[in-house]
């Protein structure tokens, strides 16, 4: 079985500076997906960054870059010049190629100065 | 589109009671997902489907059941409430299979089971 870990439960940052948030994950599989998901205060489940194993380079989205280290099983998301928006609960997630399951991190509360 | 609606945003229950909740979405995506999440955790799969009439467990499907009668409606039975289901619930879509397609997901349901 597949496990997320998020080792930081909380972090803050002053805004527009840059923020790295960890995950692990322990898996036998060759072929899979990695994803973050947002969680802001209003619940809803945001995918920030998609990051398919079989790709070397590292997927970025505007701010928002993973370094995806597979053979050390590391999947760290950096925010760059962070906004007040991005003040959320950030989930790290595993998906096996060919399964729909998703599996969760327990998440990093993440809260941006003003 | 109004994507994935979920219903009731919040519901009290009396342990032993029963009840459903209801996800809809009009992206006429072909598979739904319903995952719980407890304070503090990632969220978990319940239980998910690739398409009407086609329903398979998920991760914690123990005490829940579901029916997909329609490509849009994907209700989510509780038969016996127990405290152990105080969480939030959330209902997932996307178009299609795979790591690549992006999952939309509902706002949540919270239950609280006194």
């Known amino acids: 079985a597949q496990t997320v870990t998020q080792s930081q439960p909380e972090m803050s940052v002053q805004e527009a500076e840059t923020v790295t948030l960890s995950c692990t994950y322990d898996?036998?599989?060759?072929?899979?997906?990695l994803f973050w998901y947002k969680q802001p205060p209003s619940r809803q489940m945001i995918l920030v960054i998609r990051?398919?194993?079989?790709?070397?380079q590292n997927a970025t989205e505007n701010r928002f870059s993973v370094n995806f280290q597979k053979a050390a099983k590391s999947f760290s998301l950096k925010i760059s010049d962070s906004q007040l928006g991005d003040t959320a609960m950030y989930f790290c997630a595993f998906m096996k190629l060919g399964n729909e399951k998703l599996t969760f991190g327990t998440g990093t509360r993440l809260t941006i100065i003003p | 589109n109004a994507g994935v609606t979920q219903t009731p945003k919040f519901r009290i229950l009396k342990i032993g009671q029963s009840m459903t909740l209801q996800c809809t979405q009009d992206m006429n995506h072909n598979y739904m997902y319903w995952y719980r999440q407890d304070p503090g955790m990632g969220l978990k799969l319940i239980y998910y489907?690739?398409?009407?009439?086609?329903?398979d467990k998920g991760e914690v499907p123990n005490g829940y059941n579901v029916s997909r009668s329609t490509t849009e409606d994907f209700p989510l039975r509780l038969e016996l409430a127990a405290p152990s289901q105080t969480s939030v619930y959330f209902c997932?879509?996307?178009?299609?299979?795979?790591?690549?397609?992006?999952?939309?997901f509902g706002p949540g349901t919270r239950l609280l089971v006194l």
């Open positions: 997932a879509s996307k178009r299609i299979a795979g790591g690549a397609e992006t999952q939309y």
């Open positions: 898996t036998s599989e060759s072929n899979y997906y």
């Open positions: 489907s690739v398409g009407a009439g086609i329903t």
């Open positions: 990051q398919e194993a079989y790709k070397q």
